[in-house]
C-alpha cells in the first residue's frame, strides 16, 4: 500500500466503533486463494473532504464537478434524517434505502441525515468504474468515505449501488462507522472479517478495477457476491479498507423472498 493510504488508516486509531446488529450465518466453509502483494490504487478524486454541517447549507470541496439539484447546488433533504444506528451495508440496500429507489429521494434523505455531500459528479457516460455498465448514465455523489451510485437519466435516476472506502478520505465523516448487518466496518482486520462471517464462504482475488487484493463473500461458494471490498493482505491483522455491495453492471435480478 502507498505512503498516503498508509497515513490515512493510521488514523483511524481516532475513531471509535459501535455495535449494530446480526445476520443469519449459513453453514458453508470459507475459501481462500494465494496472496498477492499490495499495490497502490489510484482514487479519482483528489481525496480532500470537508465535514458536512448539520444544518443542511452547502460545502465545497477543492477539484469537485457538481451538476446541482437545486438554483443554490445543494441537495435538497428530503423527510427526517435516518437513525444513524438504522443505516447498515445490506446486500441490496443501505439501511432503509433500498436499491432500485428513486435516486432523488434517496439523496435527499441522506442530506436529512449527514447534511450536503463531499463530492457530487453529476450525471456523466460511465465506463465501469464505479460497477456501472459502460455507457450508463451514472452519477455518484459522496459523503466522506461512502460513494452513492445512482443510473439513469436526471430526474429519473435510480440509486443502484454504494462503495464506503476509506481510500476516498474525509474518515471523520460520521458514514465511516457504517456497519455491515453482521458488524463489519472499514478498518476491522481480515481476522474480524473471517470471524464475523465465519458460516459464509470468503475468497479473496486480484481485482484489476480496485487495483489490489479484495474480498468477496458469498453465502456459499456458488452463491452470487453479497458484499466485496478492498484488504490490504490476507493476512490476520491486514485491515479492510473497503466494503462494497455487489456491481450494478453484474447484479442479478433480486429473489422477493430473500
Known amino acids: 500500500m502507498g505512503t498516503a493510504v498508509a497515513s490515512v488508516l493510521a ?24 496472496t498477492v502483494p499490495d499495490s497502490e490504487t489510484t482514487i479519482p478524486g483528489d481525496g480532500s473532504s470537508t465535514t458536512a454541517p448539520d444544518d443542511g447549507s452547502s460545502t465545497t470541496t477543492p477539484g469537485q464537478v457538481t451538476i446541482p439539484t437545486t438554483d ?13 444506528s438504522e443505516i ?13 429507489q ?54 429519473s435516476a435510480e440509486f443502484v449501488s454504494y462503495r464506503l472506502d476509506l481510500r476516498y478520505g474525509g474518515i471523520t465523516s460520521p458514514t465511516t462507522d457504517i456497519a455491515t448487518l453482521s458488524g463489519l466496518r472499514v478498518g476491522d482486520t481480515v481476522g474480524d472479517l473471517e470471524s464475523i462471517y465465519s458460516g459464509f464462504a ?13 474480498f468477496e463473500l458469498r453465502e456459499n461458494q456458488a452463491g452470487d457476491i453479497l458484499l466485496w471490498g478492498p484488504v490490504d493482505s490476507q493476512a490476520e491483522d491486514a485491515l479492510v479498507t473497503g466494503i462494497y455491495s455487489r456491481d450494478h453492471c453484474e447484479t442479478p435480478e433480486p429473489d422477493p423472498d430473500a
Open 202 to 214: 470468503i475468497e479473496y482475488v486480484v481485482d484489476e478495477g480496485i487495483g489490489g487484493l479484495t
Open 88 to 100: 447498515q451495508m445490506k446486500a441490496s440496500a443501505l439501511g432503509p434505502l433500498e436499491f432500485g
Open 11 to 34: 488514523a483511524l486509531s481516532i475513531i471509535t466503533f459501535g455495535v449494530f446488529g446480526g445476520e443469519t450465518t449459513a453453514g458453508t466453509t470459507q475459501t481462500t486463494t494465494t
Open 102 to 155: 428513486d435516486s432523488d429521494r434517496v439523496l435527499g434523505r441522506l442530506a436529512a441525515t449527514y447534511g450536503q455531500p463531499t463530492d457530487d459528479t453529476g450525471f456523466f457516460v460511465g465506463d465501469g468504474t464505479f460497477g456501472e455498465c459502460p455507457g450508463d448514465s451514472v452519477r455518484v455523489v459522496r459523503w466522506g468515505p461512502l460513494n452513492i451510485v445512482s443510473v439513469g437519466a436526471e430526474g
Open 72 to 84: 443554490d447546488g445543494t441537495i435538497t433533504p428530503v423527510g427526517d434524517a435516518i437513525l444513524l
